[in-house]
């Protein structure tokens, strides 16, 4: 028995409202599609066998020119262009040439020193940083302090962290028993694979 014919009685009643189908769900269960048909393949045309030998022929000379030109040419690097200095540089290159003079020793002695007033003058900006952080710690401290003297309740609020100030949430490592008879790997191991020979 085929099921074709059961199923396109059924399709008319697909689009007609609920009150006449069996069941609660969707009407569009079964859906039909068009018989798809093969198209008969075109003619081949038939072509000289002269034609097409001279079609390969020439198809395989062309390759052959093109082995050829890469075999000549292997043995170059394929050009960079931006690795590749134009040519007006090239000529101009005598004119292009700057003759730095050697720095005297009064020049490196001045380096030197200018190297050394500028390290001395980053040291002093850090410590100066440091000393104010320092100082806002212990302005910090001494307010905390005064705080918890006045009222308890106001420090313990004070030194309680605010979440909206720094939105991080961060789980650390878990203290963990040892485990036991555990042998700690050193780098040396042994090889105990099966091999198949």
């Not at 189908?21 to 569009?28: F, K």
Request: proline share 8%; charged share 35%.
């Amino acid at each position: 028995m085929s099921l074709l014919p059961v199923l396109s009685r059924l399709l008319p009643f697909v689009g007609q409202s609920a009150a006449r189908s069996v069941h609660s769900g969707t009407g569009l269960l079964f859906r039909s599609t068009p018989v798809l048909c093969a198209e008969p393949l075109k003619k081949k045309k038939k072509l000289d066998p002269q034609i097409v030998k001279q079609r390969e022929e020439r198809k395989r000379k062309r390759l052959e020119k093109q082995i050829r030109r890469l075999e000549k040419n292997a043995r170059q690097l394929k050009p960079i262009e931006e690795l590749e200095v134009p040519m007006e540089l090239i000529d101009e290159q005598s004119k292009r040439k700057r003759n730095v003079p050697k720095p005297t020793a009064e020049l490196l002695e001045s380096r030197a020193l200018l190297e050394k007033q500028w390290a001395k003058y980053r040291m002093q900006e850090k410590l100066a940083d440091y000393q104010l952080f320092d100082r806002i710690v212990a302005a910090q401290a001494k307010a905390l302090g005064e705080l918890q003297l006045a009222s308890d309740e106001l420090y313990q609020r004070a030194i309680q962290p605010d979440p909206a100030m720094l939105p991080f949430v961060a789980q650390g490592p878990v203290s963990t028993p040892p485990i036991k008879d555990y042998e700690q790997p050193d780098g040396e191991y042994i090889d105990v694979s099966r091999k198949w020979e």
